[in-house]
């Protein structure tokens, strides 16, 4: 491919929020024919580059231009108008409108008369046809078509819009694989176009299969700018995780792991799935064992946790508790069965911020009593004696509102409140993100002490070396597929985990088999 | 690459072809239902009393509610954005007898009904700035210009204003013979009638074939799409509650040209009846959905009603608005059904 002159060209944007720098010099360089992936874990700001470029954030710093002139965007009309589209994780179409609608809104052909129908639904229907989406009429309403091929109807409306640059932000997690192939196909015709193509995904098979070039962002800042055949899968996951392979080796081997419990599991599923979310899957979880789900981003940690726990109902599968059938399909059931599950969302869906942390810490036992029967001061005053000791929440005032409290004591008052359930089951989902250091060895300590005394704890974590420590058994997913199952200990690292999710689908004949053509061609 | 070819293979034929065209159009069945209550009441009306399907009362039920199929298209652009407007009776009051009093204090009549439709424009343009500029729901906002019009209209006057005998605005209300039938069956218009039907005329051609119609469809659809879209989304929510105040305004000519009087007290619920109608003639009160010639059916079924209500005799006059509201439930009921078979 030859070196062309970029279109679009950031360079040392920094970006600050109340309390962090979102971007730290961050640069961008988005080259006409070119599918270009923006990598990097949750937080490592691709979304506010995105925004940045769109002009939904001010930068504070640094340089956009566009085919070589400096700009400043104003926000998606004005995005639009400098040939920027942008195309999200949720389709942002109109539902109540027809496709060819949707795809002319605001482009609509007009005449004398006003907007001219005849016309303008023909005009949809050759830009559906340029896509190779001839065979949809663009007079039927789009709520009638599945979400996938809304999504390919949302990129024709940036063709109608003359757009050269076309940020795909994450189009493919709902997606599965014949709707990615679909993608792609349309991806790729537009890139013989010559559109400059943004992808973000958090797919690896997706991104070598479509990516010519890359960049990789970490915490905020550059991590580097490649061509795609240039690195492989583990030095990409390593430049995202940010620790080399040297590095990823030495680190995180379990020195020991627990003696294998009893060999009943306390809980049992034998392929629970639910449709976008995760596939089949089979999961045991034993009495005393600490099993952390490693993965990247996106690979289906939270969704099978929120599968156990009943918060999303399964669409197949059967699970067993104690060698009894079990359907856990609301959370209340499955608290009811003493399981226990603290969100990765502490801040949404964890502690209620202007309540005291007594009332924080009694919260969950007071909603399985009902609220008939309020917990007696005596009883809350054992509760929260009982667990701020032995959590080490500081400052150790009970009535302070815990919106005070730094995030590392937020988080150990919302696991004293799911413990206070006295659960069989503990999910935990990040109970160590975004907290210091102290506090989250604290945490870990914790769990291992819990799992001691006969809990079973399901670990889930980005830091996959945090993972391998905690973890007796590690199931390792990718793509919303259990890859591995491997027994904790020694033997096992962040590296092999890492290695597993690489090299998954490059040598297994049956994983998308349609994804992974591409990659060979 | 004509339109044809974009068609699906083969064309279902009978029953199928049929199922297949509505479920294209589901969203046009509510309006349907309107026009098919409709024709029911006057087939009714005709069968069990008799003299409906005649020249003089179809003209009457067009003169009678002029200023109701007025205000329903305004709330039709509102509600179709997904809002709503409940300032527009109070407004008519607040319009109507400022209007009189300034032409009984000797102001040029015609300058007089012009202030009286920019009134309508204020209070619209004042309902817009606090939905989209301060986000105060439209629930509330145009709840508190319903106060503030109804609060200003008291302290005018709380006596009925009567227009004077020669004012030319009694002449938007003269009644015009068109076609001399026997007896008094005569087809009559007003210039009342003529406003309301250039109304919704101009309703039509703006929500259909200009870009800012389908922008007011767009933002009942999904407001953030919209925008994503690029859509001028700020701006079309205050021109729809700005036409939604005009046509108040209007409305308060046609009305007080028709009766020849104003009082503070004038209009109170007209603002329910005009969501009754809009609803009634298919419109989604979520928005995005709806069609403005429905809305004027929705206006005539409710005008139809009282005519048919007076016919009757037996029904007592409170019962109206039970039988508006048990139209209403089974309309709003049909439209649920509508929307569950539009999500499968």
Wanted: charged content about 20%; aromatic content about 4%.
């Amino acid at each position: 491919m030859p070196e062309s002159l970029p279109i679009v060209e950031m360079a040392g944007i920094s970006i600050s929020f109340p309390g962090v720098k979102a971007l730290d010099a961050v640069g961008l360089r988005l080259f006409p024919g070119e599918v270009h992936t923006l990598m990097g874990e949750n937080g490592a700001g691709k979304s506010t580059l995105i925004k940045a470029l769109t002009g939904v954030y001010k930068i504070d710093e640094g340089e956009i231009r566009i085919a070589g002139e400096p700009r400043r965007l104003s926000g998606t009309a004005d995005a639009q108008s400098a040939g920027i589209s942008t195309v999200y994780q949720e389709v942002n179409l109109c539902a109540n409108l027809t496709i060819g609608e949707n795809v002319m809104l605001g482009h609509e052909v007009r005449g004398a008369a006003g907007i001219n129908w005849r016309a303008t639904h023909r005009a949809a229907g050759a830009t559906l046809e340029k896509l190779g989406l001839g065979h949809l009429n663009p007079k039927q309403p789009l709520a009638t078509l599945p979400l996938a091929v809304q999504q390919l109807v949302a990129i024709s409306r940036s063709m109608v819009a003359k757009c050269k640059v076309l940020i795909l932000d994450e189009p493919t997690s709902s997606l599965d694989a014949n709707e990615v192939e679909q993608l792609f196909t349309v991806m790729r015709g537009l890139r013989d176009q010559g559109v400059a193509i943004l992808f973000v995904s958090h797919f690896l098979d997706q991104v070598y299969a479509i990516s010519d070039r890359l960049t990789v962002l970490r915490n905020g800042r550059f991590e580097g700018e490649y061509r795609t055949h240039e690195l492989d899968r583990a030095q990409l996951i390593s430049k995202m995780i940010g620790k080399d392979i040297a590095a990823l080796k030495s680190l995180g081997a379990k020195a020991s792991r627990r003696a294998r419990p009893d060999a009943e599991p306390l809980y049992s599923a034998k392929g629970i799935s639910r449709k976008g979310a995760i596939d089949e899957v089979d999961i045991d979880l034993h009495r005393g064992e600490v099993v952390g789900l490693a993965g990247l981003l996106g690979s289906g940690r939270t969704e099978l946790a929120r599968l156990i726990y009943g918060a999303d109902r399964p669409d197949t599968g059967e699970v067993t508790m104690n060698g009894e059938k079990a359907e856990i399909s609301t959370p209340a059931k499955a608290l009811a069965r003493r399981i226990a599950f603290s969100s990765e969302n502490r801040r949404d869906e964890g502690i209620v911020r202007d309540l005291s942390v007594r009332e924080n810490l009694v919260l969950a036992v007071q909603a399985r009593r009902g609220w008939a029967r309020p917990l007696p001061r005596r009883e809350q005053d054992a509760i929260v004696e009982k667990y701020m000791s032995a959590l080490g929440v500081r400052p150790a005032d009970p009535e302070r509102p815990v919106r005070l409290l730094s995030g590392g004591n937020q988080q150990k008052v919302l696991l004293g409140r799911w413990l206070a359930t006295e659960p069989d089951i503990l999910i935990l989902d990040e109970p160590t993100r975004g907290i210091d250091v102290g506090a989250k060895a604290e945490i870990q300590e914790y769990v291992s002490v819990l799992a001691d005394e006969g809990l079973s704890v399901l670990f889930i974590s980005s830091e996959i070396e945090e993972v391998v420590r905690q973890s007796d058994r590690i199931i390792v997913l990718k793509d919303h597929r259990k890859i591995a199952e491997l027994e904790g200990g020694q033997g096992v690292s962040a590296e092999s985990i890492v290695t597993v999710i690489a090299e998954d689908g490059l040598g297994d004949p049956s994983a998308d088999a349609a994804v992974r053509e591409e990659v060979t061609t | 690459m004509s339109a044809l070819t974009t068609h699906p293979t083969a064309e279902p034929t009978g029953v199928r072809a049929l199922a297949k065209r509505l479920s294209l159009h589901l969203d046009t069945l509510p309006t349907a239902a309107a026009v098919v209550i409709f024709i029911g009441m006057i087939v009714y009306g005709e069968a069990a009393y008799g003299r409906i399907v005649q020249f003089n009362t179809l003209s009457n039920l067009l003169i009678n509610n002029a200023h109701l199929v007025i205000l329903t298209v305004g709330l039709t652009f509102v509600i179709l954005t997904g809002g709503i407007d409940l300032s527009v009776g109070a407004v008519i009051a607040f319009s109507s007898v400022a209007g009189v009093m300034l032409m009984n204090a000797g102001w040029n009549p015609w300058l007089a009904m012009l202030l009286m439709v920019l009134i309508g424009t204020a209070f619209g343009a004042a309902s817009g700035v606090l939905v989209q500029y301060f986000h105060v729901q439209p629930f509330i906002a145009t709840l508190a210009m319903m106060f503030l019009g109804r609060g200003l209209a008291s302290i005018l006057s709380t006596v009925p204003e009567r227009l004077a005998d020669d004012s030319p605005l009694r002449s938007l209300g003269t009644q015009i013979e068109i076609y001399d039938g026997p007896k008094v069956d005569d087809i009559v218009i007003t210039p009342g009638v003529i406003i309301a039907a250039i109304v919704v005329a101009a309703a039509f051609f703006v929500l259909h074939r200009t870009r800012t119609g389908r922008t007011v469809y767009a933002i009942g659809g999904s407001e953030q799409s919209a925008a994503l879209m690029g859509l001028p989304v700020a701006a079309t929510k205050m021109w729809v509650y700005i036409i939604s105040g005009t046509l108040s305004g209007l409305a308060a000519v046609v009305y007080t040209a028709r009766l020849g009087s104003a009082q503070n007290i004038t209009g109170i619920g007209w603002e329910l009846d005009a969501i009754a109608a809009t609803v009634i003639g298919g419109t989604l009160l979520t928005g995005g959905a709806g069609f403005v010639l429905g809305s004027v059916v929705g206006a005539l079924v409710l005008g139809l009603m009282n005519v048919l209500i007076t016919r009757d005799g037996g029904i007592p006059p409170e019962a109206t608005t039970i039988i508006t509201g048990g139209i209403l439930l089974v309309f709003v009921l049909l439209q649920r059904a509508v929307l569950a078979r539009r999500r499968e």
